[in-house]
């Protein structure tokens, strides 16, 4: 199995971790700050050499030899226990018993590593030279005699549970770097996968998805890539669609503009001039028409690219209706349509006026463009705390839900083959409403065909 490089930098940072650690302790450690446990353990031995030698002394007030001979007894036996050496002086520094013989005795080769004063008052010297260490340990006896100081010194060894806290160290190194393995390829695989994926959306295949189904900060990220890759998969296809469709758009006036060339160019060479301007005046409109469409596709690519307009007009939206009703009349006149609009007050709404005329412009202009001569068109602007309404309706053919969201993309259009328009309106429209943070709804049912634009009021 490979060994991955984020595994190395875990491992090496928890073994860095550890280390510090470690130093850190062994710092405090000769500081004073924190005490080792043999010193502790010395301590307590210390404190119970203390109580034995007061229980001996008790109430006497002089040192006789009877008491000697009971101290070095008592010393010698528990001394015995651990191999060491006890003795008593006094306050001149002069040995009241002298230390049996043992095999642990000072040669004065010994340097001092470690000294500490215990919280009892005791002080603890580890001493040591290349062959062995020694513990040597100083106590202060109050008796009812005179102070006495107890000596005791022996063979100093790493006690069980140091030496257990050492390897449960090592044992916690070796189990936290194999549980590091599967622990780093729970990030490295996602990480992979998504590496994989990116290399091929890189060469234009936009169909790999990962899963993001973790609470983490990679499942995060997984999100964030399927959002990304359904985007570009979104505008890829949507950019190709556009091409086809504007091929299509432009091929009809091309052809049209081309058999009016050759019969232009045939009653010349005919000598026949009748007709020529009327031939002229098609190919003129021809190429207004592709020019018109031309910069509605490019008005339409500006808005996913540009930042949003700012919207600094406060608009009373009855009377923007109004305005753009008188803008329409030839339109509703030419096939006798009625337009029934409320008159409620509502509140101002504050927009870019440029855009939302264009946008309640567009679909009042196709309810007239798809109503039936001498229909009805309703028009009904409310509002609340939120939002302001406008909903235009008008008479048509119930719709499938699949057509109500066809008309929202760009060269599709209802009445494909009897009625003009080029399809991008309501594309554009709905780009500029939710450019204000608002939506765009279109509704079919019995009545006719229903379109509301809800914008954020204020």
Not at 161 to 167: A, D, G, P, R, S
Not at 428 to 434: M, S, T, W
Request: aromatic share 6%.
């Amino acid at each position: 199995m490979k060994i991955s490089r984020l595994y190395l930098k875990i491992f090496f940072a928890f073994i860095a971790v550890l280390g510090t650690a470690i130093l850190t302790i062994a710092i405090l450690m000769h500081l004073g700050k924190i005490r080792p446990p043999f010193a502790r353990h010395a301590d307590e031995r210390t404190e119970a050499f203390k109580r034995l030698i007061l229980l001996e002394i008790g109430d006497t007030k002089s040192m006789t030899p009877q008491l000697q001979q009971r101290l070095a007894s008592v010393l010698d036996i528990f001394a015995g226990s651990f191999n060491g050496q006890a003795w008593l002086t006094d306050a001149q520094g002069t040995v009241i018993n002298a230390p049996s013989p043992k095999k642990v005795t000072l040669i004065a080769t010994e340097e001092t590593e470690f000294e500490t004063t215990t919280s009892n008052g005791n002080s603890l010297y580890l001493m040591g030279n290349e062959d062995e260490k020694l513990l040597y340990m100083v106590g202060t006896i109050e008796s009812a005699m005179q102070p006495l100081s107890i000596h005791i010194l022996h063979e100093w060894k790493k006690r069980k549970e140091e030496v257990w806290l050492m390897h449960g160290l090592l044992l916690m190194s070796g189990i936290a770097a194999l549980l590091l393995i599967p622990v780093s390829r729970m990030i490295t695989l996602p990480i992979n996968k998504l590496t994989a994926s990116a290399e091929l959306i890189a060469q234009g295949d936009f169909s790999p998805r990962v899963a993001d189904n973790r609470k983490d900060e990679v499942g995060t990220l997984a999100k964030a890539f399927n959002h990304m890759a359904n985007s570009l998969d979104k505008i890829v296809r949507g950019s190709r669609e556009l091409t086809a469709n504007l091929s299509h758009e432009l091929r009809s006036p091309l052809a049209r503009i081309r058999i009016s060339q050759q019969i232009i160019e045939e009653r010349m060479a005919s000598g026949r001039t009748d007709g020529i301007k009327k031939h002229v005046h098609k190919m003129e409109q021809e190429i207004d028409h592709m020019d018109g469409l031309i910069d509605k596709i490019l008005k339409l690519s500006k808005l996913d690219l540009q930042k949003a307009s700012p919207r600094i007009d406060t608009v009373n939206i009855p009377n923007m209706v109004k305005q753009i009703v008188e803008m329409l009349q030839p339109q509703i006149n030419e096939k006798s349509l009625s337009i029934i609009s409320n008159e409620t007050e509502i509140t101002p709404l504050l927009c870019n006026r440029e855009n939302i005329t264009m946008v309640v412009g567009n679909v009042l202009a196709n309810a007239i463009k798809y109503s039936p001569a001498h229909s009805d068109i309703t028009i009904n602007c409310t509002s609340d705390e939120k939002t302001v309404n406008v909903k235009i309706s008008n008479p048509y053919p119930q719709l499938s839900k699949n057509e109500l969201e066809t008309i929202f993309i760009p060269f599709k259009r209802l009445g494909y083959d009897t009625v003009e328009g080029t399809g991008l309106g309501l594309a554009f429209a709905r780009k500029i409403v939710e450019e204000h943070k608002g939506t765009m709804q279109a509704a079919s049912n019995e009545t006719g065909f229903h379109m509301t634009i809800t914008l954020p009021a204020g």
